[in-house]
């Protein structure tokens, strides 16, 4: 297979990637607003589920997609600079993602189902949906996503 096709999906699937962030993002932000606990449950509902079908299965097939390109156009896999930045930065984006933002979002969308059912937040509810750590980490994955393409069109350190 040309690498250009394998390219062209591994760009497809960054992007993808990058938008299931930013809707778990913003999600969780307006859960952290909304008023009735109808809109919190259906929110974080959202969050959970960009998550869970968008974000992780994308993440994993830039990967794919991003290792099968390199391999295609003979680039050192482990004795590439840029590259081996790339992938240091991806596994903590995605180990930071997967404790954080998605245990996070999982419970948040548990709780407000279940305080949905009983017709008002429950304080539980409220300290999930107020966590601050998830309010660094998000941002900090799309720092890490920016440095991952700078590494990529620039290809320092080589």
């Known amino acids: ?6 390219k062209f999906f591994h760009i497809v699937f960054v992007l993808t990637f990058f938008s299931g962030t930013i809707v778990s993002m913003m999600t969780g ?22 998550a869970k079908f968008v974000t992780i299965p994308s993440f994993i097939l830039v990967g794919i997609f991003g290792v ?19 992938y240091v930065a991806s596994i903590l984006g995605f180990i930071l993602g997967l404790a954080v933002l998605t245990r996070h979002g999982a419970k948040a969308a548990k709780l407000a189902a279940r305080d949905a059912q009983a017709g ?6 409220e300290k999930e949906l107020n ?14 996503v920016a440095y ?4 990529m069109v620039f290809q320092p350190y080589d």
């Open 120 to 125: 008002k937040k429950s304080e539980g509810l």
């Open 29 to 50: 932000i307006a859960a952290a607003k909304a008023k009735s606990i109808e809109s919190v449950a259906i929110l974080t509902g959202i969050a959970a589920r960009a």
């Open 68 to 86: 099968l390109t390199a391999s295609e156009q003979n680039l050192d896999l482990t004795g590439t600079g840029w590259l081996n930045a790339a």
């Open 131 to 144: 966590a601050p750590l998830p309010k660094i980490v998000g941002p900090l994955l799309h720092l890490l």
């Open 1 to 6: 297979m040309a690498w250009e096709y394998l």
């Open 148 to 151: 991952i393409i700078v590494l």
